[in-house]
DNA sequence: TCAATTAGCGTACTACGTACACTGTACGAG
DNA sequence: CTCGTACAGTGTACGTAGTACGCTAATTGA
């Protein structure tokens, strides 16, 4: 009954926000200080949600003893998507497995929600220790973007869940953590230093796209050469189209004898972001009355 | 029956490839050239989907009319995922909006995931057009940027779907061929043309997560206040927990009254990026040879 | 000892996707 | 003109998933 669907009434029409609030950042443009405001009044059910990810489960001793702990039901949910895809997670396929009926599950998680909630978290896993404290922020940043990468590709299941709304659990602030340390070795500001970290993650799981699906196609059973076959299928359509020439002379180029793998290609692209946060530090550090760079929407800012 | 869950039996285990195939990408490496080859045997049911997004739907001319043609059924699903979120588009929902019974609707579509293929087609729409062909890249990928940015925030239901392993569509290939016009003027050949089109590409969508969040969240009617208490109530748990001291760090530092909304933000980071772009092109155009630049994984390969 | 608490079970209800058979309609070949 | 073919839309029914609710039994603090 809490869920989160159908809370708007049916009959609200397509701007659900009339005039209220903003629609885009508009006229109340939330900056990262509201962010960090403390919570007041959060929504209920994200609220529990998010303990549910925190919380220390052990309270009462009191009822019969819990044959498995709440990571037991993790584990056996993230074996079943790990074989299956996420599609045979269902609450009586994890009980099933633990050897319990469809509603023992509700026991651990009250809502499936919750449950994947968690097993995103879990399936995220630890990230890579930075190196020491004075090492070279640029390889340790290298270092962690491949260990995302490749935790993304290992998992690509998790790329079925809405990623973006989820709670934020332990994991996901270990991985925050490894990359913001190497972060602030730079000599940035916190405003500065935020801004770099979105880079580098949005780079990160924005282009690891690809070899997620691929990697999701192997994990069907897909074989590699009908998975290369379906995706050159859809973008040779633009081959010949009149629509498309730019895209349709791109991929028909020959390569030149210089075939890049995806993890290579990764790396590339990678290394040019890492480029331009480096020319940042350097006209920011060489000048220390850094100019505001607050650049209007499709217009370049500076260069 | 021909959906593609539990076509790998149940007793396979976690690695769903055991040997014959490679992993990551180590023993059979996917270069770009892979992707461009003609399909020859493809996931029959993958090749249906995107059939429908391509094909001409206006063969047969016997038979009753249909009361509405693809486009309105699809139309229809949008419009209910606009007020209600994508879980409100069920088959009985958009059926129902256009006046028909449920089953109705597979006379348009034979699967609910060819309809939601061609929902994500039609909702990302038409990009921005480029400036004339003399214009400056920067400016147009600035601009398609922001345009993409500004498009998945408008409809943040489409982040609830699996957006990497759906097919691509007409609309897909001129957001594509929309940035990968500018690209091609800047003079680089088609490998390094790719990486770019990748590293803008996973940029934009990997950095707008926070402000799709933020839509999404107003969509259900959440308040800005609410959004920014649960995400910084989250966010908060690292404050003071010894486990994550640099995030903690950063983000109880002062903004130094600079305060950025989201929309500049994104701007700065892409124009970082443009920047890591801008300083490969200028190496490589005045030194002709260029260096291979294949890096390690987890290695810098260059700076 | 006993009352409170809680693990797990069984039943039942709802919603959703969709297979299948059926009805009626419109066109085109004869 | 007619009639068979092809197709739009309907109605029914089934399987699966999530989960509300109440029950039983086990465990332990008071």
């Not at 209220?20 to 509201?34: I, K, Y």
């Not at 405001?37 to 209920?44: G, L, M």
């Not at 529990?48 to 709440?70: N, Y």
């Not at 730019?246 to 290394?271: K, Y």
């Amino acid at each position: 009954m809490a869920g989160r669907k159908k809370q708007v009434p049916r009959a609200q029409a397509v701007r659900p926000q009339p005039a209220s609030q903003a629609e885009q950042s508009a006229t109340r443009p939330l900056t990262r200080d509201d962010l960090v405001q403390a919570s007041v009044r959060v929504d209920p059910d994200l609220r529990r949600r998010s303990e549910l990810l925190w919380e220390d489960r052990s309270r009462s001793t009191r009822g019969p003893k819990a044959a498995f702990t709440p990571d037991d039901v993790v584990q056996a949910a993230i074996h079943i998507a790990e074989a299956d895809g996420l599609s045979a997670v269902t609450m009586s396929a994890v009980s099933a497995r633990l050897g319990l009926t469809t509603m023992a599950i509700y026991r651990y998680f009250p809502k499936k929600d919750a449950l994947l909630d968690a097993i995103v978290d879990a399936a995220m896993g630890r990230p890579p220790i930075p190196s020491d404290p004075r090492g070279d922020w640029r390889d340790d940043v290298t270092q962690w973007a491949h260990a995302k990468r490749t935790m993304l590709c290992a998992r690509p299941w998790l790329a079925e869940l809405p990623f973006v709304a989820a709670p934020h659990g332990p994991n996901w602030l270990r991985w925050v953590e490894a990359v913001v340390e190497p972060l602030s070795r730079i000599g940035l500001n916190a405003v500065d230093t935020g801004e770099m970290l979105s880079v580098i993650d949005g780079y990160t799981r924005g282009a690891s796209d690809t070899a997620i699906s691929l990697a999701r196609a192997r994990a069907r059973g897909t074989s590699d050469a009908e998975w290369t076959a379906a995706v050159g299928a859809d973008l040779g359509r633009a081959i010949g189209d009149p629509r498309f020439p730019a895209f349709a002379a791109l991929i028909t180029a020959p390569s030149g004898g210089d075939p890049r793998t995806m993890e290579t290609s990764f790396d590339f692209g990678l290394q040019r972001v890492l480029d331009g946060i480096e020319r940042y530090v350097a006209a920011t550090t060489t000048q220390p009355t850094r100019p505001t760079r607050v650049a209007k929407p499709a217009t370049r800012s500076q260069r």
